[in-house]
């Protein structure tokens, strides 16, 4: 099965879903009010289908906005307007929409490992959840930056190579208006940590702790946001 064709079914289970809620809706009592379909499974729909819209399109994308904020109460019209953005993502689909196939698999490594991290925070094991997630945004922005046309080794003499390390990939790409400027300081902070702790085996402070849970938080919220692109 190609990825095309997985994110076919996908939709087609969300259309379906709505497409049940409006067989089984409520007349309105009076020819006035609005005829409604069952809350909870509406809800269930909605979150669902959202969800779906911020994992394929990223959270700007106009779908997913008009989405969230048009499918908002249990009325056949919202439910039909949800089942009328869901067949546009599914024809952009098909006609090979903006964002490319390999970005959402990217996108979904990435953040499988941020929840492995996380894991290990919850476990105790703080020290382990920053190097880890420290590997994920270090070549999260090895991707950005070759998207952007960055290079992302350092040239030296005799034709030797260097690979950039995450500050200075974060910096040029930062220059270069590769993610947004609210991103910056908390990135910078992040990576401080992330060498720190990389490099040295000392015992962790409760300040630490606290600061690796900050950077997970920071992390996540990064690759929420920006666009990989070929």
Known sequence: ???????????????????KLLDKAQ??????SVSTVKETAFHEFRLSAASWLLRVFG???LL????NSEVTHA??????????ILKTAKKEIGEGWQEDLSSIIIKDMLQEMLRGARYQQKAGNSRCAV??????LEFALQR?????GLSIVNEKMQGKAEKKRALQLAGEAYKKKLYERRHYKSLLDSIELYNKLSSDSSSLGSGMVREAGEMLDTVERFLREV???K
């Open 1 to 19: 099965m190609t990825d095309k064709e997985q994110l076919d079914r996908e939709v087609d289970k969300h259309l379906k879903s709505a497409q």
């Open 27 to 32: 007349p309105g009592s009076t020819p006035f």
């Open 59 to 61: 959270e700007r994308h």
């Open 64 to 67: 997913y906005k008009s989405f």
């Open 75 to 84: 009325t056949t019209a919202r439910t039909k307007r949800g089942i009328a």
């Open 131 to 136: 190097v880890q997630c420290g590997a994920v």
């Open 144 to 148: 950005l930056c070759l998207d952007g």
């Open 227 to 229: 666009d990989f692109r």
